[in-house]
Protein backbone atom coordinates (compact mmCIF):
# COMPACT_ATOMS: atom_id res chain seq x y z
CA UNK A 1 0.00 0.00 0.00
CA UNK A 2 0.92 3.69 -0.68
CA UNK A 3 0.66 5.80 2.31
CA UNK A 4 0.61 9.62 1.79
CA UNK A 5 0.28 12.71 3.97
CA UNK A 6 0.33 16.16 2.52
CA UNK A 7 -0.16 19.36 4.87
CA UNK A 8 -1.66 21.73 2.92
CA UNK A 9 -0.73 25.77 3.71
CA UNK A 10 -3.76 27.41 2.25
CA UNK A 11 -3.88 31.50 1.92
CA UNK A 12 -5.96 32.57 4.87
CA UNK A 13 -8.81 34.23 2.94
CA UNK A 14 -9.54 31.15 1.12
CA UNK A 15 -9.31 28.28 3.97
CA UNK A 16 -12.81 28.97 4.81
CA UNK A 17 -13.74 27.53 1.34
CA UNK A 18 -11.06 25.09 0.88
CA UNK A 19 -13.51 21.88 1.38
CA UNK A 20 -15.85 22.74 -0.58
CA UNK A 21 -12.92 23.70 -3.12
CA UNK A 22 -11.36 20.02 -2.91
CA UNK A 23 -15.13 18.42 -3.18
CA UNK A 24 -14.94 17.01 -6.57
CA UNK A 25 -11.18 16.14 -6.43
CA UNK A 26 -11.83 14.29 -3.23
CA UNK A 27 -14.96 12.10 -4.86
CA UNK A 28 -13.56 11.49 -8.30
CA UNK A 29 -10.52 10.07 -6.30
CA UNK A 30 -12.01 8.09 -3.63
CA UNK A 31 -13.86 6.83 -7.12
CA UNK A 32 -10.58 5.17 -8.47
CA UNK A 33 -10.34 1.57 -8.20
CA UNK A 34 -7.12 1.70 -6.14
CA UNK A 35 -7.90 4.12 -3.88
CA UNK A 36 -7.93 2.87 0.01
CA UNK A 37 -8.57 6.19 1.85
CA UNK A 38 -8.74 9.61 0.82
CA UNK A 39 -9.35 11.75 4.17
CA UNK A 40 -8.74 15.25 4.98
CA UNK A 41 -8.99 17.07 8.33
CA UNK A 42 -7.63 20.70 9.62
CA UNK A 43 -4.69 21.17 11.57
CA UNK A 44 -5.24 21.96 15.55
CA UNK A 45 -1.68 23.79 15.62
CA UNK A 46 -1.18 25.20 12.01
CA UNK A 47 -4.10 27.44 11.39
CA UNK A 48 -5.28 27.51 7.90
CA UNK A 49 -3.48 24.31 7.04
CA UNK A 50 -5.21 21.26 5.74
CA UNK A 51 -4.12 17.36 6.42
CA UNK A 52 -4.64 15.09 3.98
CA UNK A 53 -4.46 11.30 4.88
CA UNK A 54 -4.22 8.97 1.52
CA UNK A 55 -3.60 5.43 0.21
CA UNK A 56 -3.73 3.71 -2.54
CA UNK A 57 -3.24 -0.04 -2.82
CA UNK A 58 -0.17 -0.01 -4.89
CA UNK A 59 2.22 1.99 -7.29
CA UNK A 60 0.41 1.61 -9.86
CA UNK A 61 -2.80 2.70 -8.38
CA UNK A 62 -0.71 6.14 -7.56
CA UNK A 63 0.61 6.27 -10.73
CA UNK A 64 -3.24 6.08 -12.39
CA UNK A 65 -3.85 8.65 -9.75
CA UNK A 66 -1.04 11.47 -10.44
CA UNK A 67 -3.00 10.91 -14.37
CA UNK A 68 -5.99 11.38 -13.82
CA UNK A 69 -7.72 14.47 -15.24
CA UNK A 70 -8.95 15.36 -11.55
CA UNK A 71 -5.78 15.34 -10.32
CA UNK A 72 -4.80 17.57 -13.11
CA UNK A 73 -7.45 19.69 -12.95
CA UNK A 74 -7.21 20.24 -8.73
CA UNK A 75 -3.16 21.11 -9.77
CA UNK A 76 -3.93 23.78 -12.06
CA UNK A 77 -6.25 25.84 -9.59
CA UNK A 78 -4.52 24.89 -6.53
CA UNK A 79 -1.80 26.96 -6.41
CA UNK A 80 -4.14 30.42 -6.65
CA UNK A 81 -5.23 29.39 -2.78
CA UNK A 82 -2.30 27.75 -1.09
CA UNK A 83 0.04 29.91 0.76
CA UNK A 84 2.77 28.05 0.16
CA UNK A 85 4.24 24.38 -0.99
CA UNK A 86 3.05 21.97 0.49
CA UNK A 87 4.78 19.41 2.86
CA UNK A 88 4.35 15.28 2.03
CA UNK A 89 5.20 12.27 2.99
CA UNK A 90 4.84 9.17 0.68
CA UNK A 91 5.73 5.75 2.14
CA UNK A 92 5.04 2.18 0.54
CA UNK A 93 3.86 0.68 3.63
CA UNK A 94 3.56 -3.08 4.02
CA UNK A 95 -0.16 -3.25 4.83
CA UNK A 96 -3.46 -3.23 3.24
CA UNK A 97 -5.11 -0.34 4.98
CA UNK A 98 -5.91 0.40 8.86
CA UNK A 99 -5.30 -2.37 11.56
CA UNK A 100 -6.36 -2.05 15.17
CA UNK A 101 -4.21 -0.26 17.53
CA UNK A 102 -2.02 -2.67 19.99
CA UNK A 103 -1.81 -0.20 22.75
CA UNK A 104 -5.61 0.95 23.53
CA UNK A 105 -8.79 -0.45 23.15
CA UNK A 106 -12.42 0.87 25.22
CA UNK A 107 -12.74 0.55 28.37
CA UNK A 108 -15.20 -2.62 29.56
Known amino acids: MIFIAVKFPVRPERSAE???LVAEFTSATRAEPGN????????VEEPD??????????A???KAHVE?????AAMAWMPSVISATP???NVDAP????GPM???SPAE
Open 18 to 20: WMD
Open 36 to 43: VFFEWSKS
Open 49 to 58: TFVLLEAFAD
Open 60 to 62: EAG
Open 68 to 72: SEHFA
Open 87 to 89: RII
Open 95 to 98: VDGW
Open 102 to 104: GEL
